[in-house]
């Protein structure tokens, strides 16, 4: 059977190598995450626009809406009607 020998030679060039590149993969690596995340976070910012847009949308043009959104939200009643709010 053959002994493999390793030169020290290859042994110092694959330390120096590491060292050189090791922290700039590491960092390459950090940002390649942080990349999703901030991918991830605009797909929800363009959905949430798109929502926005239709409620804007919807609240420029449909006045039963404006009605139900304004009855639910600040406890507006039309003239001689009693508003009860129901506390759990």
């Given at each position: 059977?053959?002994?493999?020998?390793i030169?020290?030679?290859?042994?110092?060039?694959?330390?120096?190598?590491?060292?050189?590149?090791?922290?700039?993969?590491?960092k390459?690596?950090?940002?390649?995450?942080?990349?999703?995340?901030?991918?991830?976070?605009?797909?929800?910012?363009?959905?949430?626009?798109?929502?926005?847009?239709?409620?804007?949308?919807?609240?420029?043009?449909?006045?039963?809406?404006?009605?139900?959104?304004?009855?639910?939200?600040?406890?507006?009643?039309?003239?001689?009607?009693?508003?009860?709010?129901?506390?759990?």
């Amino acid at each position: 059977m053959a002994k493999i020998r390793i030169k020290p030679l290859y042994v110092v060039l694959a330390i120096v190598l590491l060292v050189i590149f090791l922290p700039g993969y590491a960092k390459f690596m950090e940002l390649r995450a942080r990349n999703m995340d901030l991918e991830n976070e605009i797909e929800r910012l363009e959905k949430e626009n798109v929502r926005l847009y239709k409620e804007k949308e919807r609240l420029e043009g449909d006045i039963d809406y404006i009605e139900k959104i304004a009855r639910e939200s600040m406890g507006v009643a039309r003239d001689g009607e009693i508003p009860v709010k129901i506390e759990q």
